[in-house]
C-alpha cells in the first residue's frame, strides 16, 4: 500500500466514488439507530427504531457482501482479505438474527428485548470499527480506486434495488443477492 492509501486510510477520508466512503456514511447511520435503539425506553420509539435500522441496515449489508465481500474472498494472494471478508459474512448473519428476534418479538418492553437490542449494538459498534480498519486497509491494498470505484456502483445500485423492495413495516424474509454467498 503506498503512503497516500496508508494516510487516507487512516484518516477515513475517502472520496465519493470510493466504496469506502459509502461504506463508512451507511455505518455512521447505522451506529446511530443501534445505540438509540439500545438506550431509549420509549415502546413506540423502539417499534420505530428497529423498523428503520432493519430498513438501512439489511440492504446495506446485501450489497456490501455482493460488491464488496465477494471480491475479497476471490483474492487468491490475500489471506488476510479473505478472513476479513468471511468474518465480515459470519458478523452480518449473526446480526440478522438479533434483529429478525426484534422485529418478531411483540414486547418490547420485555427485559430479553433490550438484552438483545444492547448486544446488537455491541456487535455492530465491534463489527464497524474492525471492518473500516483492517478491511478499509485491505480494499487499499488489493484494489485500485478504478475497482473501488466499481465496487462502489455496484453497492449503491445493489442497496438501491433492495432498498426498493423491503417490506414497509420492516418485516419479511432476508433479501438477498444473487451471489452473497457464493
Do not use: C
Amino acid at each position: 500500500m503506498n503512503v497516500f492509501e496508508r494516510v487516507r486510510s487512516t484518516l477515513g477520508a475517502y472520496p465519493e466514488t470510493d466504496v469506502r466512503g459509502l461504506l463508512h456514511a451507511d455505518h455512521e447511520q447505522i451506529l446511530a439507530l443501534a445505540k438509540e435503539l439500545a438506550e431509549t425506553e420509549s415502546a413506540a420509539r423502539r417499534k420505530t427504531l428497529v423498523r428503520d435500522l432493519k430498513a438501512i441496515l439489511v440492504p446495506h449489508s446485501r450489497s456490501e457482501e455482493d460488491a464488496v465481500y465477494t471480491p475479497m474472498m476471490a483474492l487468491r494472494k490475500s489471506p488476510d482479505s479473505r478472513e476479513a471478508a468471511n468474518e465480515g459474512m459470519v458478523e452480518h448473519n449473526l446480526a440478522d438474527i438479533v434483529l429478525d428476534r426484534l422485529v418478531n418479538t411483540p414486547d418490547v418492553t420485555s427485559d430479553m428485548w433490550k438484552a438483545h437490542a444492547k448486544v446488537l449494538h455491541e456487535a455492530l459498534d465491534h463489527h464497524i470499527k474492525e471492518e473500516e480498519s483492517k478491511l478499509f486497509e485491505e480494499l487499499g491494498e488489493h484494489f485500485s480506486d478504478a475497482d473501488r470505484e466499481v465496487m462502489a456502483a455496484k453497492f449503491l445500485q445493489g442497496r438501491a434495488k433492495l432498498l426498493d423492495s423491503m417490506p414497509a413495516n420492516g418485516k419479511g424474509t432476508r433479501p438477498q443477492t444473487s451471489d452473497a454467498l457464493a
